[in-house]
């Protein structure tokens, strides 16, 4: 069972960067599909960034050209670089994995979730 593990949230200024980090606690990253989804106050979880586990990546079209999603499996960690921040990027970013998933799926489809990492962007 893998539990995976975010880190790397914070409070930024509109147009600053962070680099989100989710690390697997119990076995390897590497044969999994790993993804981020983020939740606003008041709005559903919405899918942000994924990484198939033969390193093919999906983005959600808000955050195309500003988030990098990538992996590193020496690390066994799987980063989300976030760049150009909006206010409306803030929300708790959760990391979502699959063994042996694509980059993208739907929610109910993921098998382990993580607690989440808060990131407050402010105007």
């Known amino acids: 069972q893998v539990q995976p593990v975010e880190s790397g949230g914070g409070l930024v200024q509109a147009g600053g960067s962070l680099r989100l980090s989710c690390t697997a606690s119990?076995?390897?990253?590497?044969?999994?599909?790993v993804a981020w989804f983020r939740q606003a106050p008041g709005k559903e979880r919405e899918f942000v960034a994924g990484?198939?586990?033969?390193?093919?990546?999906a983005y959600e079209n808000s955050v195309k050209g500003r988030f990098t999603i990538s992996r590193d499996n020496a690390e066994n960690t799987v980063y989300l670089l976030l760049n150009s921040l909006k206010f409306e990027d803030t929300g708790v970013y959760y990391c979502?994995?699959?063994?042996?998933?694509?980059?993208?799926?739907?929610?109910?489809?993921?098998?382990?979730w993580g607690q989440g990492t808060q990131v407050t962007v402010s105007s």
């Open positions: 119990g076995r390897t990253f590497n044969n999994y599909g």
């Open positions: 979502a994995v699959r063994e042996f998933g694509s980059s993208r799926y739907q929610i109910k489809d993921y098998e382990f």
């Open positions: 990484i198939s586990w033969t390193d093919i990546t």
